[in-house]
């Protein structure tokens, strides 16, 4: 941990507490929508696509006005105050719409912290351990995840209000946590020094060395467009006659695992190299679609969970490490992701809803080994060539 600014120590702790409240929301929602709200699941796919779409595709912007401007802490404190003040509002919610409507909101509020967050945890990164920074980082915000679907379970065994009552009441305490973060990005974070604005300079404008970098990103995009979201992990738990109280048992998983890999899957980045570990995510991820297909559910939320984490990762490290524009480029990340995921929430729902789930695991599986397989002949041609030209 010496190897870890204190800067990014204290950001770490501002998505601590944020992701706790998103984790109080994100567990239950795919049950508030489809069994609350009575809606199909093609609707909770346009919500999730909405909310991805939203939350990504502005980032692009944010992460163009922080290289421009050499500023990132406004951006942060606007942006998680946005998120806390909407989360609580969900609960107040009669119908999809809206839902999807303050899920855009508060994904406003992420999209415009993100990238420039990204971009401070890089300036204050040391040379060479962008990954363990990027790691410890990842590895706060999934331990806040966790406790977040911690305090779910003890509220739903302890509680006897009605599972509609309880659900909308979690929403609403969700505030609590919101605004401790926000406070933390007042008193504690700081911005980005005057010397690394200066050496950020010359990392303003796109120039043809970052072209190199989209085929590494496309990849990306390309299987997000397949892989199934984490909420339709969640509803296909509910369809196999996981309770309410069981949920976030299954988010704590996922979270863990995050929280166990996620530091070291920082120091395997800066050792092994990003595409390597972003192709061993791949293989996470096949294997815990193969475990929910088969029922074997709680081994496909740890998958899920170390395809999450470690992808995530090594996409962020691999940008900071290759990207002379980093808060653009950054950008280019999220809105790329805001596309794929968007169309794939789309899909994915529709085939679930008119045929099926074996439909919607076909369509996903598939596609995602497809895309495994293309970045592994991609790995290997590279790996030839630069043994040959040893």
């Known amino acids: 941990m010496r190897e870890i600014d204190k800067n990014i120590i204290a950001i770490g702790w501002v998505s601590f507490f944020t992701d706790m409240a998103s984790a109080m929301i994100t567990t239950l929602l795919p049950v508030f929508v ?25 980032r692009i912007l944010f992460g163009y006005l922080s290289d421009r401007y ?9 942006g998680y105050l946005l998120s806390a003040l909407t989360k609580p509002l969900i609960g107040f919610s009669h119908s999809y719409e809206s839902v999807a409507l303050l899920r855009a909101l508060e994904r406003v509020g992420k999209a415009v912290r993100s990238a420039p967050k990204d971009a401070l945890i890089s300036a204050y990164s040391k040379k060479n351990k962008e990954g363990k920074s990027f790691g410890f980082h ?6 806040g995840e966790m406790l977040g679907s911690v305090i779910i379970v003890f509220i739903f065994a302890y509680s006897s209000m009605q599972d509609e009552l309880l659900i909308r009441e979690v929403f609403y305490w969700t505030l ?9 990005v007042v008193f504690f974070v700081k911005d980005i020094s005057k010397k690394e604005r200066v050496k950020k300079e010359t990392k303003i404008d796109i120039n043809r060395d970052d072209y190199r970098l989209f085929w590494i990103l496309g990849s990306y995009f390309l299987f997000l467009l397949f892989f199934m979201s984490d909420q339709y992990f969640l509803l296909r738990a509910k369809e196999l006659g996981f309770t309410l109280a069981q ?6 998983v996922a979270t863990l695992t995050q929280a166990l890999l996620s530091y070291y899957s920082g120091a395997l980045i800066d050792r092994f190299g990003a595409k390597f570990l972003l192709f061993l995510s791949y293989l996470f991820a096949l294997l815990s679609l193969v475990f929910m ?58 085939l679930w809803t008119v045929f099926g789930f074996e439909s919607a695991f076909l369509f996903s599986f598939l596609g995602s080994l497809c895309v495994s397989l293309l970045l592994l002949v991609k790995l290997l041609r590279e790996a030839l060539k630069t043994s040959d030209i040893k």
């Open 70 to 78: 050499q500023r990132v802490k406004p951006f942060l404190i606007f």
């Open 293 to 350: 297909h088969y029922d074997f559910i709680w081994l496909g939320f740890v998958g899920l969970g170390a395809f999450t984490v470690v992808s995530l990762n090594a996409m962020r490290s691999y940008i900071s490490k290759n990207a002379r524009s980093q808060g653009f480029i950054y950008g280019v990340f999220y809105a790329g992701v805001a596309f794929a995921t968007a169309i794939g929430a789309i899909v994915i729902g529709k």
């Open 247 to 252: 949920l976030p048992l299954l988010a704590i």
């Open 34 to 58: 489809v069994y609350v709200l009575d809606e199909s699941v093609d609707k909770l796919g346009y919500i999730i696509a909405l909310a991805t779409f939203v939350s990504y595709l502005l």
């Open 138 to 143: 990842k590895m706060m915000d999934v331990s």
């Open 176 to 184: 609590l946590p919101g605004l401790v973060a926000v406070g933390v």
